[in-house]
């Protein structure tokens, strides 16, 4: 252990989890470079910025913060602590996805396009920290309004027991490709403001109106820059994951995509944020051709069909068998 903490101290090694959090990962330094840059290079999802821009996004959250959070009577203490006066900016870094290694000789490769990755934006004590927490207490609330959303294994369980399938069902699973990245931030703001209209009464709003929420989660989504390797960077596509709001959101925009689906009536639909499954009586072409058609064309969201199979054989969904 003695010579790996010496490699990875000269930068000869980088050691990490794997996607899954299954494996570690030892990986050559500049491999991991390569990699990296690689995925800087796509400019549909990133943009170079400055060390000024990232003040600047700061400077204008806290102001926003300040002024909106006193008109909704929050307590001057309570504004100043959610406030990150000197904020670390957020970091970059990568996972490998290990499942995705096909071929023996991938584990050795030493070719970039060989790996893929699962994007990480570290935002710990970043601009919108504390302040993502805290409207978080509020949308989360609205997650149990979306009849798909799975939160444990448990709830899967329970709800497969109750729904009884019966031979004759179809059984499909299904991912949403990189979803995180695909999330259309202002579809996602707008199924947010959808479900608060449903749902107010139900909703404990810590006296914040609908609309000074949405100027909230707006500002705290426009603070997109990062670091890499001393540079500064902003996404300018989808959600980055590691930040506090993108899984919320992401649920939540999921429910509008998955209307399709509904629209089945299947006996059974669940979803684990992009992982689902559905018990329908339809053939798997009708499914497809009804729910990955629609959802391509109105969302520009890709799914990915994980498994079609008989109820004899064993669905791919969260590696549940």
Same mark, same amino acid.
């Given at each position: 252990m003695r010579q790996v903490r010496e490699l990875i101290k000269s930068k000869i090694i980088r050691l990490s989890v794997s996607d899954k959090g299954e494996e570690f990962v030892v990986i050559p330094r500049q491999l991991d470079v390569d990699i990296t840059e690689k995925h800087?290079? @796509?400019?549909? #999802?990133?943009?170079?910025?400055?060390?000024?821009?990232?003040r600047s996004q700061n400077r204008k959250l806290n102001s926003e913060w300040v002024k909106t959070a006193s008109a909704a $009577? #929050?307590?001057?203490? @309570?504004?100043?602590?959610? +406030?990150?006066?000197?904020?670390?900016?957020p970091v970059l870094y990568l996972l490998i996805k290990t499942h995705k290694l096909i071929r023996a000789d991938d584990l050795t490769s030493t070719d970039h396009s060989t790996f893929k990755v699962r994007p990480i934006i570290s935002c710990v004590d970043g601009p919108t920290d504390r302040i993502a927490w805290f409207?978080?207490?509020?949308?989360?609330? #609205?997650?149990?309004?979306?009849?798909?959303h799975l939160t444990s294994t448990q709830m899967f369980l329970d709800r497969l027991r109750n729904a009884r399938p019966k031979i004759a069902y179809v059984i499909e699973s299904f991912d949403v490709t990189?979803?995180?990245?695909?999330?259309?931030?202002d579809s996602a703001m707008q199924t947010i403001r959808e479900l608060h209209e449903q749902h107010e009464?139900?909703?404990?709003?810590? $006296?914040?109106?609908?609309?000074?929420?949405?100027?909230?989660?707006?500002?705290?989504l426009n603070c997109s820059i990062f670091r890499w390797s001393g540079k500064y960077y902003a996404?300018?596509? $989808? #959600?980055?994951? $590691?930040?506090?709001?993108?899984p919320t959101l992401a649920v939540a925009f999921m429910s509008k995509v998955e209307a399709p689906v509904i629209d089945l009536t299947p006996l059974l639909y669940c979803r684990y944020i992009d992982d689902c499954i559905v018990f329908l009586f339809s053939n798997?072409?009708?499914? +497809?051709?009804?729910t990955f058609t629609s959802i391509k064309?109105?969302?520009?969201?890709?799914?990915? @069909?994980?498994?079609?199979?008989s109820p004899s054989s064993e669905p791919l969904f969260r590696d549940f068998q």
């Open positions: 800087l290079e @796509d400019a549909s #999802l990133h943009r170079a910025s400055t060390e000024k821009e990232f $009577g #929050l307590k001057p203490a @309570d504004i100043s602590h959610l +406030k990150i006066e000197v904020p670390t900016c409207i978080n207490l509020i949308l989360n609330q #609205l997650l149990r309004h979306i009849p798909a990189a979803l995180y990245t695909n999330v259309s931030n009464g139900a909703i404990n709003m810590y $006296g914040f109106s609908i609309q000074q929420l949405m100027v909230l989660l707006k500002v705290c996404q300018i596509r $989808g #959600l980055a994951m $590691g930040q506090r709001l993108a798997r072409e009708v499914f +497809k051709q009804h064309t109105q969302y520009n969201t890709t799914l990915a @069909d994980v498994s079609a199979v």
